[in-house]
């Protein structure tokens, strides 16, 4: 196995609200290697995106990284000044968010765009940066980019914003992408291009991508490892045909035969009961016990992380067996 | 629930039949436009073509699907179909009768029984009204209960959807979003519906409480002889749940079908390339080949055939007429010219 290039151990993310602590990164540990994707699956309040913006500091107060190590590459990200988290973001490691507008300045045109983020970080003159930002739109598939460099955001469709905003993250080679929901506002058929160009990016440029996302079947096709998040922890981790063929924690199990293809049709679906814990002061124990068909006594403390087999991750007392 | 008594009608009888329904949006020129096109300026009113000559049956106790990408038209259809929307062109008949003939006050309760669900739990729930005057409103303002059991009404209504009945006095942002998705359901139910349509109903919602939700329309269906329109771009929620399946794009239908028809033989181009695109849990590690291009705005629909400028297959005859759907195969309804081709 080759090195890893990002590696997170035992991250904590809290939030010191007035009414508790919010615990909603709790004790998070993976690994990604170049050229790999790996899948953050969790439903809403998991804590899945947390954990990306914890890896590029994007913390806001009240939330502070508590504990854990975030290596990249060989440096600590933990113990990073402004100025080195300057360096590294837009440039060494980038994000894409779910909304693209989120990086899109509305009132400044593409081209702008795209040449500050190539010139906040190497010293090229406008013209080359111009025409590595027109090779970046075609690259992520925008018809005629010439034209398209002069356009304002509004001038674009949601698909096309999004694949703006993927070029803008791809503009400066990125040893690292963190993509959190990018397509879960996109339509199937732009979803479908957009997934297919990622995939494409990252075998050739040997990028290491960490997808977030609620949705197990875009994981599927996608990704080569996937954590499975419940309630700011991973609960179940492993390579993806082992957790979509045998999934052995009760949660990813659940999430798993609740998809409805999974389902014979017209028939009710199976389902979990209940819904997710509330972070804010959650009881000690596995937090998953409220809703698991599998609970023993022995849950009111919470579960090791075990590892039946190399790669593979599981943190429960009662797993469904291999 | 009492269930009201049905009128006598045909067996076979559409519950509800459209046909030729067009809606277009035109945006009137502001007062500098028509100053501009008063001076001989090109200024022009601006239409957004989003339904063309759409027909649609859908029988008592059945399901369908309407399915397609955003800007297809299907939330429109629904709003036309629960007469929040008017048609611009068309007719909208009601157990074989046009909507209108209803409006006498003797037809409270065919008016009554189509009713919307609508996609964002949170944007369709006054935030100021608690939740026993959310579904409690419409039932005394129509009559159907007495102010005075309306307390008791609401409870039962909220125990059929599977809230604490409890919960009542509260208010809407102290619920969760798939409870929010439940008083809904809790509101549309509480004037005794006979047809429900469903506009991305659980598009909102995580999967494990998408799967209760679910559960909970297809109960609801069994228990009260519903007939839903359930309106979705999710391929796998529409399998699941509906007996037929409507495919729409850009304003038209392109493909109608029994469901499992749809699924093993697609016959549009378009619907076979949607089928390609879903993401599934089957698909471990496949190389997505996607159809190009992005659904072509509405304000100036393509000339014949509107998928033509997507289409792998698209001849001459595509781009200069609208092809009529026409049956393929029982019951198996599809717009294409590739069908008639040899």
Not at chain 1, 70 to 87: M, N, Q, V, Y
Not at chain 2, 113 to 131: E, G, K, Y
Not at chain 2, 299 to 322: I, N, Y
Not at chain 2, 331 to 336: E, I, K, M, N, W
Request: aromatic share 4%; with cysteine.
């Amino acid at each position: 196995m080759s090195s890893a290039l990002l590696e997170v151990e035992g991250l904590r993310t809290h939030f010191h609200t007035k009414a508790g602590v919010v615990r909603a990164v709790d004790d998070v540990s993976f690994r990604v290697t170049r050229g790999r994707i790996l899948g953050l699956v969790g439903e809403s309040g998991s804590g899945k995106s947390m954990t990306g913006y914890s890896i590029l500091g994007l913390v806001d107060a009240p939330g502070r990284i508590e504990g854990g190590r975030i290596t990249f590459d060989g440096t600590d990200l933990t113990r990073l000044d402004a100025a080195a988290w300057r360096r590294l973001r837009g440039n060494r490691i980038a994000m894409i968010f779910q909304d693209p507008m989120m990086t899109l300045n509305p009132v400044l045109r593409i081209d702008t765009q795209i040449v500050e983020a190539i010139r906040a970080h190497a010293d090229v003159s406008r013209e080359s940066a111009l025409a590595r930002a027109r090779e970046a739109l075609a690259r992520v598939g925008i018809p005629s980019p010439d034209e398209r460099l002069k356009a304002y955001p509004h001038h674009f469709s949601g698909g096309m914003r999004q694949r703006v905003a993927i070029a803008i993250a791809l503009v400066n080679h990125p040893d690292l992408i963190i993509a959190d929901e990018p397509t879960t506002a996109l339509d199937v058929t732009i979803q479908g291009q957009i997934l297919f160009e990622m995939q494409k990016l990252c075998r050739e440029s040997g990028t290491a991508l960490i997808w977030i996302t609620h949705d197990l079947s875009v994981i599927a096709g996608l990704a080569d490892e996937v954590c499975v998040m419940y309630a700011g922890r991973v609960v179940e981790s492993g390579t993806v045909a082992e957790i979509i063929d045998g999934p052995r924690h009760p949660y990813t199990r659940g999430l798993i035969d609740s998809v409805p293809s999974r389902n014979e049709r017209g028939r009710p679906l199976h389902q979990i009961p209940g819904m997710t814990p509330s972070l804010l002061e959650l009881a000690p124990g596995c937090p998953f016990r409220e809703r698991c068909e599998r609970v023993v006594a022995g849950c009111t403390v919470s579960p090791d992380v075990s590892e039946p087999l190399p790669g593979r991750r599981l943190r429960c007392h009662n797993p469904h067996a291999a | 629930m009492n269930a009201r008594p049905d009128t006598p009608r045909e067996p076979a009888m559409p519950l509800l039949e459209l046909r030729g329904i067009s809606k277009r949006f035109t945006s009137r020129l502001d007062l500098a436009g028509r100053i501009a096109r008063a001076l001989g300026a090109s200024a022009r009113e601006q239409t957004v073509h989003a339904l063309d000559r759409v027909d649609l049956v859908v029988r008592p106790g059945e399901v369908v699907g309407l399915v397609g990408e955003s800007g297809c038209g299907k939330s429109t259809l629904g709003r036309i179909v629960a007469r929040i929307l008017e048609p611009t062109e068309g007719e909208r008949l009601w157990r074989g009768r046009a909507y209108g003939a209803y409006d006498n006050a003797g037809s409270r309760a065919e008016r009554l029984a189509v009713q919307m669900i609508f996609q964002d739990p949170f944007a369709s729930l006054n935030p100021r009204l608690r939740i026993a005057d959310v579904i409690g409103e419409a039932p005394v303002v129509h009559g159907l209960v007495d102010r005075a059991a309306r307390d008791e009404y609401v409870a039962q209504v909220m125990s059929k959807v599977g809230l604490d009945a409890s919960l009542a006095r509260r208010f809407p942002h102290q619920f969760s979003g798939g409870q929010r998705s439940r008083i809904g359901i809790a509101r549309a139910l509480a004037v005794q519906p006979k047809f429900l349509v469903c506009d991305e109903a659980v598009a909102a919602l995580d999967v494990s409480i998408q799967a209760q939700v679910l559960n909970l329309f297809i109960k609801l269906r069994e228990e009260f002889g519903l007939t839903y329109l359930f309106i979705s771009h999710d391929l796998g929620v529409v399998r699941h749940l509906s007996d037929r399946v409507v495919i729409m794009y850009l304003g038209r239908v392109v493909e109608s079908a029994p469901c499992d028809e749809v699924f093993s033989r697609p016959n549009h181009p378009y619907t076979r390339a949607l089928l390609a695109e879903v993401p599934s849990l089957e698909a471990t590690k496949r190389a997505y080949v996607p159809i190009r291009g992005e659904i072509p705005s509405p304000l100036e629909p393509p000339a014949g055939c509107h998928f033509h400028p997507r289409c792998p297959h698209a001849g001459d005859r595509c781009r200069a007429e609208a092809p009529a759907l026409r049956e393929i195969a029982p019951s198996h309804l599809s717009a294409c010219h590739l069908n008639e081709t040899p």
